[in-house]
């Protein structure tokens, strides 16, 4: 496969669950993030790391954890969701920080 | 904090007609720009970008935008739209090896009707 995937595409689940979201580029990028894409709202950047190493949590609720466990794969962990957390989560990658996103598909988040 | 602004919630415009997308940043230093498009059903796509140099840039599918320092803008333009180009539209600033700081704006809804 190519550029960046997503699994799963859409994700159902319930407040109390625990699930993750998995990215992963083929691409050979150094720097991977997660977004938030909400209806009526900008793309929110939740989190960016560089070489592994988390860059920037831009005031995250602790209810998402990312992972980084190499510059191909990312994690997302969600536990104890709110309804309000619903919306399209966005993994991209880049050469360096800073530079061209390629963004992945996405995985339409629903809690209920 | 980096802000980006996009003039139009949405546009509608008749295929044919000429299209333009404003896009203002707040940063005063050097910066990346970029513009994205998302189709129906689609994910996010690059349309072009400007990192430095001629500060008309073209895309693909015949877009450019225009790099105008002195009014922090990077307006989105084509000359000729089609039923095709219906999608939103985001524009994006970075800042060199500065990830935090990757943020887009609202986005702009183009319907074009044949």
């Known amino acids: 496969e190519t550029g960046v995937t997503q699994t799963p595409r859409h994700l159902v689940m319930g407040m109390t669950n625990k699930k993750s979201l998995k990215c992963e580029q083929h691409?050979?990028?150094?720097?991977m993030y997660w977004y938030k894409q909400s209806a009526k709202k900008p793309l929110e950047l939740m989190f960016v790391?560089?070489?592994?190493?988390?860059?920037e949590n831009n005031s995250v609720p602790s209810r998402f954890s990312p992972e980084c466990p190499n510059s191909s794969h990312l994690f997302l962990h969600l536990h104890t969701l709110q309804p309000e957390d619903s919306a399209l989560y966005l993994c991209a990658s880049s050469q360096d920080l800073g530079r061209t996103c390629t963004f992945g598909p996405g995985t339409r988040l629903t809690v209920l | 904090a980096q802000s980006v602004s996009q003039h139009n919630h949405h546009v509608i415009l008749s295929e044919a007609a000429s299209l333009e997308l404003g896009c203002n940043y707040s940063?005063?230093?050097?910066?990346?720009l970029f513009w994205y498009v998302q189709y129906p059903g689609q994910h996010l796509q690059l349309l072009l970008k400007?990192?430095?140099?001629?500060?008309l840039v073209k895309g693909i599918k015949g877009f450019e935008a225009e790099f105008i320092k002195s009014k922090f803008s990077f307006n989105l333009r084509k000359p000729s739209v089609q039923w095709s180009d219906t999608a939103e539209y985001f524009c994006a600033v970075s800042l060199d090896n500065y990830g935090q700081n990757f943020v887009f704006g609202p986005g702009t809804r183009l319907s074009v009707l044949p």
């Open positions: 400007y990192f430095s140099g001629d500060p």
């Open positions: 790391y560089s070489l592994e190493e988390r860059v």
């Open positions: 940063y005063g230093g050097t910066v990346n």
């Open positions: 691409l050979g990028h150094n720097a």
